[in-house]
């Protein structure tokens, strides 16, 4: 599935597209469970924050043996569709702001920008990590300041 460009993200199934995802993820030497384990753990990031999937879970929607809850579904759909991008990807040359230093010219960035949630900054930024919210620390400090003395 990996390699046939001609699949369109949104015609394949639930399954299949867990399938794809444990095809992308898998790295040599990785057993079932802890293959699974990594699975869980990226949906779980993508997510809501009430819902965490165990590798068990991930493990029975794979061999067909439960029926996936729709959050299960629409979770793996979105991250089926993320790293599908990356897969088939196409590159431009853009303008990063970046401190001096950080990046060395014609990097590959493989991440996409995010709007800081402090409303009075809304800047676009690399997010270090997929919950990060804000560009910066100051700019989290200055926002959280900014409730508590609402
Ligand atoms: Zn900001």
Avoid at 68 to 84: A, G, H, Q
Avoid at 108 to 133: D, G, H, M, Y
């Amino acid at each position: 599935m990996k390699k046939n460009n001609e699949v369109s993200i949104k015609t394949i199934n639930i399954h299949d597209q867990l399938v794809w995802l444990v095809d992308f993820y898998r790295k040599p030497g990785d057993g079932v469970v802890s293959m699974c384990r990594i699975i869980a753990g990226q949906l779980n990031l993508s997510g809501s924050k009430e819902t965490k999937w165990t590798w068990n879970y991930v493990h029975q929607v794979l061999n067909n043996k439960m029926i996936p809850s729709p959050k299960f579904v629409r979770t793996v759909f979105r991250l089926y569709s993320r790293e599908c991008k990356k897969e088939n990807i196409e590159f431009e040359q853009i303008v990063v702001v970046a401190p001096k230093g950080f990046i060395e010219k014609n990097s590959v960035v493989n991440v996409e920008s995010k709007k800081c949630a402090n409303p009075k900054c809304r800047l676009f930024f690399i997010p270090t990590n997929p919950v990060q919210k804000y560009c910066s620390i100051a700019c989290k400090r200055d926002f959280n300041r900014r409730k508590s003395c609402q």
